[in-house]
């Protein structure tokens, strides 16, 4: 995709080229006559979304808002090719949820059973035996008395996603500008004037900021202050062995344990996925190491044998790091915050690809309605934070 001018003015603008800025951009300019334009200060896709795992699952635990969120998006990325005349990987993958019953983790997964329930979402619910008849390659049955499985989850690619959002919003008459940075946002009598840029200033009403985990650098520029953590996690490919592959081709389930604090996900092609998921490490976007830490590895790679015995000698055929955008509760933020026409869709803790085509739809909603009948807006306000610097409180289990 060639590049747009970089314009000197424009009605809204959105900053960031991820999955939450295209989606945004996508919507927006479905939605207004306005002229929008999108700025990304690298490549589309080369933050979090570039190296996502890109699970697309719908149980959420007790936490309806995001199994409802995740549902509406799945079908938009199910229809993606047609929708936005672009192509998606995409792969069937139910993910399964070990747990004990009785504990924060069986309370977990049943509650997000039941939610699927109500929603007619495919799930299953897995006792005892029934547990090793249904995973034989897991070794589980000692640890776990419970597996609640969300069946119709899947998992997509994040680079493709954010670049098919882009192509459907220039196809909507959006601007797409890659490689010019926004150093500030620009104020004057407490409205949104423009932004500069390290290639000039841009004249707008609105500007948006979708700039994953140096979104709160952005903020500041204004003068809000916005709670986000970035945080490397680590991830590594495993190569199974021929036998192994013949023996289980779906390789694994794409798997989670109780505590969420590591997942296995099977890879496009024929490897599985073993990824931490602990938000603790804080670190820099711009100058992280992305090589994971030979002592994670070797973590990883063991509670995997343990869990999965057959796979103990599985070679290493990849490895990377990502960072999240982590905030106190693990809550998305989508809101106006500061100056009239300043918006922040940021926050996204880790698990917000799932969510890409419903934060979209709910940005533009907040910015071009002021609210959204998708769902209620006030759960992912700033102000929360106001009232108690750990907003929500964690989720139940963690994830
Ligand atoms: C390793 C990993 C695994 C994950 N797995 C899953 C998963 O399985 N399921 C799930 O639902 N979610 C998952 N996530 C989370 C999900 O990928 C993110 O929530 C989502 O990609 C966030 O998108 P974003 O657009 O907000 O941020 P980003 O993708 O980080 O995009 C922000 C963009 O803004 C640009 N930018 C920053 N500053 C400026 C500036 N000043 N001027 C112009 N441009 C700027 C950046 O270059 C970047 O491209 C995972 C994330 C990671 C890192």
Redesign the pocket.
């Known amino acids: 995709m060639t590049d747009d001018d970089i314009p000197t003015q424009t009605d809204i603008l959105v900053?960031?080229?991820?999955?939450?800025?295209t989606s945004t951009t996508y919507f927006l300019a479905t939605m207004t006559d306005r002229s929008v334009t999108l700025?990304?200060?690298?490549q589309l896709?080369?933050?979090?979304?570039g190296?996502?795992?890109?699970?697309l699952r719908h149980h959420y635990g007790d936490e309806d808002i995001y199994t409802e969120m995740a549902w509406w998006s799945h079908q938009f990325f199910r229809a993606f090719d047609e929708k936005l005349d672009a192509a998606l990987s995409y792969e069937e993958s139910p993910l399964v949820r070990f747990a004990d019953e009785g504990t924060t983790g069986g309370d977990y997964a049943r509650a997000g059973y039941e939610a699927l329930r109500e929603r007619d979402i495919p799930v299953s619910a897995y006792t005892g035996e029934e547990i090793t008849e249904q995973y034989p390659m897991f070794d589980v049955d000692e640890r776990y008395d419970l597996a609640v499985s969300d069946d119709s989850a899947a998992y997509s690619d994040?680079t493709d996603a954010a670049l098919g959002f882009a192509r459907g919003a220039r196809d909507a008459g959006a601007g797409i500008v890659t490689g010019?940075?926004?150093q500030s946002l620009e104020a004057e009598a407490g409205k949104i004037i423009g932004v500069e840029t390290d290639q000039g200033t841009i004249a707008c009403e609105t500007a948006i900021v979708?700039?994953?985990?140096?979104t709160h650098r952005?903020a500041e520029t204004v003068g809000v202050d916005v709670p986000i953590t970035p945080v490397r996690?680590q991830?590594v490919l495993l190569d199974p062995p021929a036998e192994y592959a013949e023996a289980y081709p779906s390789l694994t389930p794409t798997t989670s344990f109780p505590g969420g604090e590591w997942y296995i996900r099977p890879d496009f092609g024929d490897g599985i996925l073993v990824?931490t998921h602990r938000h603790t490490e804080e670190t820099d976007p711009d100058a992280y190491d992305n090589t994971p830490d030979e002592e994670t590895i070797l973590e990883l790679v063991d509670e995997f044998a343990d869990h999965v015995p057959e796979l103990r000698d599985a070679g290493l055929k990849g490895q990377y790091c990502?960072?999240?955008?982590t905030t106190p509760d693990h809550d998305f933020i989508i809101d106006q915050a500061g100056p009239d026409g300043c918006y922040l869709c940021?926050g996204?803790s880790?698990?917000?690809?799932?969510?890409g085509p419903a934060v979209g739809k709910l940005t533009a909603d907040l910015v071009l309605e002021g609210e959204s009948d998708l769902v209620d807006l006030e759960y992912f306000s700033l102000e929360r934070f106001a009232d108690d610097p750990d907003g929500h409180g964690l989720p139940m289990d963690n994830i």
């Open positions: 900053i960031g080229g991820g999955v939450m800025g700025l990304e200060k690298s896709a080369s933050g979090s979304t190296d996502s795992s890109a699970i994040g010019v940075e926004v979708a700039a994953g985990p140096w952005l996690e991830i990824a990502g960072v999240y955008s940021c996204f880790g698990h917000g690809f799932k969510h």
